[in-house]
């Protein structure tokens, strides 16, 4: 039975992973590796945490001493590395979590993968989830390819550009075995509430402001989380060493248009009079750095892997409002700090 390692399954893109590879592959065993810090919840996994071919292990990446002693112990034959600090507007005011996070984090794992891996390279995978982030902005036209220059705007993609860069140099300097994509924004089920559809959601639930920065122009290219699992399943078994997939919703949206859509599902769904919502909608003073546009050009991934987005902006967006409104406890566990005692509650206290 193979073993494989997949970092930050507790988070938001990871869970859906961890989710599905266990679901999907009985001949693994699955390692969820997760610091649990604000935006690990293991409620997003409650549904297969007595898996047999499932095990959670507490850990932070940053700790090298504990990434060293559990490779070492489990000798994994694959890494999915999702484990990141991952909000623009935390990174500006913390900048240094962001490097500890991930680029020292992704250093350990790449260290500890080299060393356990030094004398049989062959079917073992290294795999880094990254962002189109690290492309930096895009002007009104193109699209951002494999091969796009990077430029990083702010520390957070700047932090991720630079574990992206270890990752090709260890893949170059001691023949790593990698490969590595760069996605677009995700959304849907399970998304901590700080990223902008699911905090949006929650506040027209609670008749709160609805936060936009700037005009609200910015466009960013939408992706549901579950095509994005499933593309990661497919770059961890068929993609090629040493080479980078985009992986992109082909699925632009200016913030202020996604925003006014989400209010007439939301007013549609709640019942309430066409409009309602969009009056909470508040422009804000822009943030530093702040990148026009995002845009991904996938066709790699779809001509070489044949993968492609299943699932349209509009139903994606209505499923993960009708998500939201069933799973009112989840979100009211996140935004209340409840969440925070499920492992004590499951894990801690299992054999007491």
Request: hydrophobic fraction near 35%; proline fraction near 4%; charge should be negative.
């Amino acid at each position: 039975m193979k073993k494989i390692l997949i970092t930050g399954g507790a988070g938001f893109i990871g869970s859906h992973v961890v989710r599905r590879f266990v679901n999907q592959y009985p001949n693994y065993h699955i390692f969820n590796l997760d610091a649990l810090t604000y935006a690990g919840n293991l409620e997003n996994i409650a549904d297969i945490e007595k898996a047999p071919n499932y095990t959670f292990v507490k850990g932070d990446i940053v700790d090298a001493p504990f990434i060293d002693a559990l490779f070492a112990e489990h000798q994994f034959d694959g890494v999915l590395h999702l484990a990141a600090e991952s909000h623009v507007d935390r990174s500006i005011t913390d900048p240094l979590a962001f490097v500890k996070t991930n680029v020292i984090g992704t250093m350990n794992l790449l260290n500890a993968a080299k060393t356990i891996w030094k004398d049989q390279m062959e079917g073992k995978r290294f795999y880094h989830i990254s962002t189109d982030e690290v492309y930096g902005s895009l002007g009104a036209e193109g699209l951002f390819t494999e091969t796009t220059a990077y430029d990083p705007n702010s520390p957070y993609s700047a932090s991720k550009a630079s574990s992206d860069h270890f990752v090709r140099a260890y893949g170059e300097t001691y023949g790593l075995p990698y490969v590595l994509t760069n996605c677009s924004n995700n959304y849907g089920p399970f998304h901590f509430p700080e990223k902008l559809i699911p905090l949006f959601i929650n506040n027209i639930i609670h008749n709160k402001p609805l936060p936009v920065y700037g005009d609200g122009k910015y466009t960013r290219d939408w992706l549901f989380v579950e095509d994005h699992a499933v593309a990661i399943d497919l770059v961890f078994h068929k993609g090629v060493n040493h080479d980078t997939y985009n992986i992109g919703g082909f699925n632009e949206w200016q913030n202020i248009d996604l925003v006014k859509l989400l209010c007439r599902i939301m007013d549609e769904k709640l019942g309430r009079p066409a409009g309602t919502s969009a009056q909470l909608i508040t422009y804000v003073k822009d943030r530093p750095g702040h990148d026009l546009r995002y845009a991904i050009d996938a066709t790699k991934i779809n001509q070489e892997l044949g993968w492609k987005p299943s699932v349209t902006f509009e139903e994606g967006l209505e499923r993960t409002v009708n998500w939201y409104l069933d799973n009112q406890k989840w979100l009211d566990n996140v935004t209340s700090g409840a969440y925070a005692s499920y492992y004590e509650k499951q894990y801690e206290n299992r054999d007491s």
